[in-house]
């Protein structure tokens, strides 16, 4: 279920990752396509709750939340980005997808060593994105139940969505390749 | 240098060629070699993180550094248009967001240095500046674990 042509591939630049990239207050993230199993349209997105779509179950919450920081006040155009990685699901609120980006693994760059605590193993590194960066998120930390968060059982009231209301990034934005090229 | 003897005399025998900025209206300093620069401040990016006053990234062009927020260690707020000061710590440079005021360079002789009233690893000396006391501070191991009082 996850985006179609996701996976790592090997270009002419080399090998590249395909990530999807939203903002969520202040941070620019990067979701690996791989992790991203459906986009949820802006009428999606307020729902409360968790949702269910391909009889999986999404618990949702705001990535600000899982982030530790506020959403943007009055975000125009939040979606729910549901993911998915060994088996574990979650949905996320985030307020705004910025693109599907192709970018060469050489531009990939761990975070600085300056960064010495658990957000190592938060963020797999980051790379230039636009006119700033974009923080490239583990899949496996990102739908990891939060500490002290609580259970993430499905409850038994999700909220069904149908299969067309919740298609994958590929098929409603389209790619960017970020620089692919830029690598000598 | 001599045998047995510290470096912190083999430093102090020189005159020390500082740096003197501000932040929050406060004078600070650091020795000018600690220094990679002095650029506009170009606007953080936020980064979710449980590191101590490192919480930032600013990108300058296609180089990216890691922000210290020298102004939160010390409860402070930068004053004015930020500029950016390039701090070479041990691990890499680093951004620090400094007051609009540009830094001054100073060269201050050993002799007017001295140890500040309260110990601080992050500060190597202190220096009296127009009658002001200005610490100096320890770029090169600032607020890292390997910090020592030298």
């Known amino acids: 279920m996850s985006l179609r042509g996701q996976t790592k591939s090997v270009a002419g630049a080399g090998a590249t990752e395909r990530m999807l ?57 939040p979606r729910i980005i549901l993911c998915g990685s060994r088996g574990a699901h979650r949905g996320f609120r985030v307020d705004q997808v910025l693109g599907l980006t192709e970018v060469a693994i050489s531009l990939l760059s ?7 605590g658990e957000e190592r193993r938060w963020f797999k590194g980051y790379f230039l994105y636009h006119e700033g960066v974009a923080l490239w998120a583990d899949s496996d930390w990102l739908v990891a139940p939060d500490p002290g968060g609580g259970s993430l059982e499905p409850p038994a009231d999700a909220a ?22 830029r690598t000598k | 240098m001599l045998k047995g003897q510290s470096k912190q005399v083999g430093e102090r025998a020189a005159n020390w060629s500082l740096m003197v900025f501000s932040i929050g209206g406060r004078m600070l300093a650091a020795r000018t070699e600690d220094v990679g620069g002095i650029l506009p401040w170009a606007g953080s990016m936020a980064v979710p993180s449980r590191t101590p006053y490192v919480h930032a990234l ?44 540009m830094p001054k360079l100073v060269t201050v002789e050993s002799t007017a240095l001295y140890p500040p009233v309260q110990p601080d690893p992050n500060i190597l000396w202190q220096c009296q500046l127009d009658g002001v006391a200005v610490p100096i501070y320890a770029f090169s191991h600032l607020a890292t674990p390997t910090v020592t009082t030298s």
């Open chain 1, 21 to 77: 990239v939203v903002t969520s207050g202040p941070v620019n993230l990067a979701i690996s396509a791989t992790a991203v199993e459906g986009i949820l349209p802006p009428e999606e997105a307020g729902a409360k709750g968790p949702v269910m779509v391909r009889e999986i179950t999404y618990p949702v919450t705001n990535l600000a939340q899982k982030l530790g920081h506020s959403s943007a006040a009055g975000a125009t155009d």
């Open chain 1, 110 to 116: 761990p975070l600085p060593p300056h960064f010495t």
């Open chain 1, 160 to 181: 069904r969505i149908t299969v067309e209301h919740a298609k994958p990034a590929g098929e409603i934005i389209e790619l960017e390749v970020v620089d692919a090229e």
């Open chain 2, 58 to 101: 600013v990108r300058n062009g296609e180089a990216v550094l890691p922000v210290f927020d020298l102004a939160e260690m010390l409860q402070l707020h930068v004053q004015g248009a930020p500029m950016c000061l390039v701090a070479k710590r041990q691990d890499g440079p680093m951004a620090i967001c400094i007051d609009e005021a």
